[in-house]
């Protein structure tokens, strides 16, 4: 090295020197390999670091379903330690026909003022959503509502695709879902119609009823089904809701940018005292477990579908990516979320 430096102090021209002209070209790059080995390097470090994170989120998801497995054994255990015996009862409330009456009362006037609507408005304000064979589904923005009507039916006499359920429908569906079925919900099936009504692309059906579009189910049970299977069953009182600012705020242990693009807030007149999400609240769950009793209901499109707690009433819209989805808190009960349909309120909220 030193030799090279007292080359390359000589004050001649280069061209007498070559020597010290290949000095030169060895020190350039020996600079460049050491600024190139100091790039890889950070390059390294960054990659650890994302590694670390991944397995970080990794092993918090196997924790997570580990939990779910405990609790899956420990309920199998104190079944079989305290078997006990369900039995389902299908009998109406006849309080409850007395309390909702009024409600289904309006709902069918409404669904045949949607019913002669859908005939009658121009074309621009009626969209002909789902043909069927034996139905067409008209959505009328002006309304916020869904009618199937009968294929042939007279533009002065409407008459709805699915007429209502019949007890045996009825018996047959909560027997393959093995839990009773609101009583609201009941009495809209057995007095209104058999599904193909209501918010959004209609409320489903039971056996022999709307069905769930795109795929998700030829009724209330299928859908069900359709969602537990190949999932774990949870309970979802054991969980807490966080509000959309603190989902929107996390990164969350299950990332999934498709499902945050797709899920915007979208502001509603309920929500327009709480801009920023502070006040809507919501659940979060990975690809692979679905909670007990939920039923998806009523369908909106793009995945989107909202559900109904059968064991509290309370209203869900979801909405799914990827690796998992959210569940938003959307009304206390079947009869709230219906009364604010009836009042005119688009009740999309993902």
């Given at each position: ?208 009823g709307f069905p769930l579009m795109d ?73 692979g477990v679905w909670p007990e009793h ?57």
């Amino acid at each position: 090295m030193n030799v090279a430096l007292k080359l390359l102090s000589i004050k001649r021209p280069i061209d007498e020197h070559p020597e010290v002209a290949k000095l030169w070209a060895a020190l350039t790059l020996r600079e460049q390999i050491q600024q190139r080995s100091h790039t890889l390097l950070q390059e390294h470090m960054q990659c650890g670091v994302a590694i670390a994170k991944l397995e970080a989120q990794r092993a918090e998801y196997l924790a997570f379903m580990e939990r779910f497995r405990s609790s899956l054994k420990q309920e199998e255990y104190d079944q079989k330690e305290e078997p006990v015996c369900v039995e389902l009862t299908f009998q109406e409330d006849p309080m409850s026909q007395d309390h909702y009456r009024d409600l289904i009362e309006r709902i069918g006037r409404h669904c045949q003022q949607t019913a002669w609507d859908a005939q009658h408005l121009e074309r621009k304000q009626r969209w002909l959503i789902e043909p069927g064979e034996d139905y067409d589904g008209w959505y009328l923005p002006v309304r916020n509502s869904f009618i199937a009507l009968k294929k042939g039916t007279h533009e002065w006499e409407p008459s709805l695709a699915f007429p209502p359920a019949t007890e045996h429908q009825f018996r047959e569906t909560e027997q393959e879902l093995g839990f009773s079925l609101p009583p609201l919900l009941r009495l809209c099936y057995t007095q209104i119609a058999n599904g193909g009504f209501g918010p959004g692309y209609g409320i489903i059906g039971v056996l022999g009823g709307f069905p769930l579009m795109d795929g998700f189910g030829e009724d209330i049970a299928q859908g069900y089904q359709q969602c537990l299977h190949a999932s774990t069953p949870i309970r979802l009182e054991e969980y807490e809701m966080i509000t959309w600012a603190q989902w929107g705020e996390a990164s969350g242990p299950f990332p999934d940018n498709d499902l945050e693009e797709e899920t915007k807030l979208r502001t509603t007149r309920n929500d327009k005292a709480d801009p920023n999400g502070e006040r809507i609240f919501l659940y979060e769950f990975p690809s692979g477990v679905w909670p007990e009793h939920l039923l998806p209901f009523c369908y909106w499109g793009c995945g989107i579908c909202t559900c109904i707690d059968a064991s509290t009433e309370h209203i869900f819209q979801c909405a799914g990516g990827s690796q998992g989805y959210i569940l938003r808190y959307v009304a206390a009960s079947l009869e709230e979320w219906l009364e604010r349909w009836l009042a005119g309120e688009a009740l999309q909220f993902l």
